[in-house]
């Protein structure tokens, strides 16, 4: 793959504020998720800000934690962060990865999503591990942004039932 990053749109019928605070929710990552990799939040705040940092219990093969780095919060419109790993000393360390949900408001028809895995800078001592990037097929992008859609849709029907 010549590209050093992967994307995928969808249109969800409900607004940005409604998408952006499921995303801003480290609990629904969970059920977001189109790899299934991704368990509990370990960190449950919610995120309001650039530089926080929350972790997320993992599965894959074997159960592993990440931390992430808010480096993109502007409610309504965009949210991302680095992905890394705490080491034994505590240190953190992020791999040059990033995933980031970018909201366009589409009046009342919705909001236009857009999911990108980004590993750009991902320095050379990590790639020469042997890492594919993505370390999934594309089409997980595409998964994560229907179960969005379908949280999304499921909190618009229950904020309406009441």
């Known amino acids: 793959m010549a590209e050093e990053n992967v994307s995928a749109t969808l249109t969800i019928a409900v607004s940005p504020a409604a998408v ?5 929710d480290p609990a629904t990552h969970s059920a977001i998720d189109g790899t299934g ?11 309001t800000e ?3 940092l929350f972790r997320m219990d993992m599965h894959y093969a074997r159960g592993y934690r990440v931390v992430n780095k808010v480096h993109v919060l502007e ?5 991302g962060w680095f992905t890394g790993q705490e080491k034994e000393d505590g240190e953190l ?14 009046g009342p028809s919705g909001t236009e999503v857009t999911l990108s895995y980004d590993w750009s800078v991902v320095p050379q ?3 020469d ?6 370390p999934f097929p594309p089409d997980h992008l595409v998964n994560s942004l229907h179960h969005l859609a379908e949280l999304a849709e499921a909190s618009r029907l229950e904020a309406k039932s009441r």
Not at 37 to 44: K, L
Not at 93 to 106: A, I, Q, S, V
């Open 20 to 24: 952006f605070a499921i995303l801003a």
């Open 93 to 106: 360390e992020f791999g040059g990865w990033t995933w980031r949900y970018d909201l366009t408001p589409l």
């Open 75 to 79: 409610p309504s419109r965009a949210i």
């Open 125 to 127: 001592f990590i790639r």
């Open 129 to 134: 591990r042997g890492i594919r990037f993505p």
């Open 37 to 47: 990799w991704v368990r509990e939040p370990v960190d449950r705040s919610l995120l």
């Open 50 to 52: 650039v530089g926080q």
